[in-house]
């Protein structure tokens, strides 16, 4: 970047420094500017299914992210973290104008980066539009495998691994606050088969799915705001007709089946609005398993681990993980899974071969153990 670019970039907004491992912006939450790196680098993490932090790329001087949040004002795709002291422009919609017309090399970049991700957004318009069309789904009830009145308490949180900010609900439009994991800074306690990673001072689970206080729609982190004007309608419906009853029914609850609820509500609204999503509706059913062993419901547990069991068998055979990586971790859940469940013996020696066919030293050995269990 030249430093009449830069010039010209001072102009049009102030600039805004960003401490080593401090979040610029948080994948799934909305966002309203894009950002041009000035100085330093800035590390662009997506979080896979399981739950995991991965780093998918590094930026540096002259780059810029976050471009389609000017636009469409939604959720953040990726989060993106201060690799080291870094230095950024900030662009909006009040600014944008005078941008095209005082940086038009740099403007040209952004318009020619962005044409691609209209392209899939265009995609993803047609398949949603299609999910609410076809709409089949079950009503929602809270299932009889589950008994109420747990006691289990949220694990302690240790104030350096979270952060709270406050949102607007994209379906009743009232605000409300929410947590944000900085699962890059946590110290990891344990990695398990079935993808679970446990870490020292908090627990992400008790906040994976977002629920708004005022109106109750409850969804994962990283789709609750990403409601189409196609979904926004049948989210409300499924809500008031089938949901509120259910809920208003159960009464006031401890903490537990409060969240319990909210994770069940989740997978029932994606059971509607996008059924064939069977990687996000699988991780849910996974998260309360996960959930549901630590307060020690065995019996509700194997209700969540069977249900996740299907999903993920329905992921695999539908061929929708396009990273090998993801393709073997998945492969090493099913085969735990259905190791605990102590049920399909051959089928989770099935899943220990492919999950033995990862570059990851450490997903190999899992699976021979559980080969060697199995």
Known sequence: MTQETILQLRKLSTFREFKKDEYICHEGEPGNE?????????????TNFFGNLTQAATIT?????????????????????????????A???????????TCPDL???????????IRHLDDELYKNTY????????????????????????PYQHPATCSEAEQKCPLCGRKFTVKNFRKHMMEVRERHPDGRVEYVGGEPLWHEVYSCPHCHYSNHHLTFFQITDAKRELV?????????????????????????????QAIHLNEVIDRGNYALIGKLWLSLYWLNRD????????YCARRAVKKFRALMDAEQISDPQERHVT???????????EVDREDALEYCAIAQESADPRIKSQAQLLMDKA
């Open 34 to 46: 894009m950002y041009i790196i000035l100085k330093g680098s800035v590390g662009i993490y997506l």
């Open 61 to 89: 001087e002259g780059d810029f992210f976050g471009e389609m949040a000017i636009f469409d004002d939604q959720p953040r795709s990726a989060s993106c973290i201060a690799l080291e002291d870094a230095m950024c422009v």
């Open 91 to 101: 662009i909006n919609k009040g600014n944008l104008r005078e941008f095209f017309v």
């Open 107 to 117: 403007a040209e970049r952004v318009v020619a980066n962005m044409s691609g991700r």
């Open 131 to 154: 999910i609410v069309k076809s709409r089949r789904a079950s009503k929602f009830i809270i299932p009889s495998a589950y008994a109420f009145s747990h006691t289990a308490q949220e």
């Open 236 to 264: 409300k419906t499924t809500l008031e007709r089938e949901q509120l009853p259910v809920l208003e029914s159960c009464g006031k609850t401890a903490p537990f089946d409060l969240l319990v609820r909210q994770y069940l």
């Open 295 to 302: 307060a020690g419901d065995e019996r509700f547990a194997k």
């Open 331 to 341: 492969a090493l859940a099913l085969a735990s899974l259905l190791t605990y469940l």
